[in-house]
């Protein structure tokens, strides 16, 4: 995505094709989808360490693509001569910016004399 004046869009993440193969087959699958952002919401109610809910679930993501790949043709593509662990974490912290709740606002800090 480019925004004005060529520059790339800040929103946008760098995903490896295999967080971009698994959100493309959310994007076909509705009731695939409903269910990660669901998983996303129940994720990011419960207080957490930061980066603990996106690395919680990166490793959900991992069992769901090797779950789901010998049956998705496009899952399976990517595991053709053996299924190699790969990090989901951009595509975590992807939906969990794009389906989780909006970011809380810092408190000011009063400026000391």
């Not at 993440?13 to 193969?21: K, P, V």
């Not at 009731?31 to 919680?56: I, M, S």
């Not at 090797?66 to 998705?72: A, F, G, I, L, N």
Request: aromatic content about 8%; glycine content about 4%.
């Amino acid at each position: 995505m480019q925004c004005q004046l060529g520059r790339p869009n800040p929103l946008s993440m760098s995903l490896n094709r295999y967080e971009q193969t698994l959100f493309n087959y959310w994007q076909n699958q509705p009731d695939e989808r409903r269910h990660w952002q669901a998983k996303v919401v129940e994720l990011t109610r419960v207080a957490a360490a930061p980066g603990e809910t996106a690395r919680t679930l990166e490793r959900e993501l991992w069992e769901h693509f090797v779950e789901r790949s010998p049956h998705v043709p496009s899952l399976r593509e990517l595991s053709f001569g053996g299924l190699h662990r790969v990090s989901l974490l951009n595509l975590a912290e992807h939906i969990i910016r794009l389906w989780g709740p909006p970011p809380k606002p810092r408190k000011a800090t009063a400026a000391k004399p």
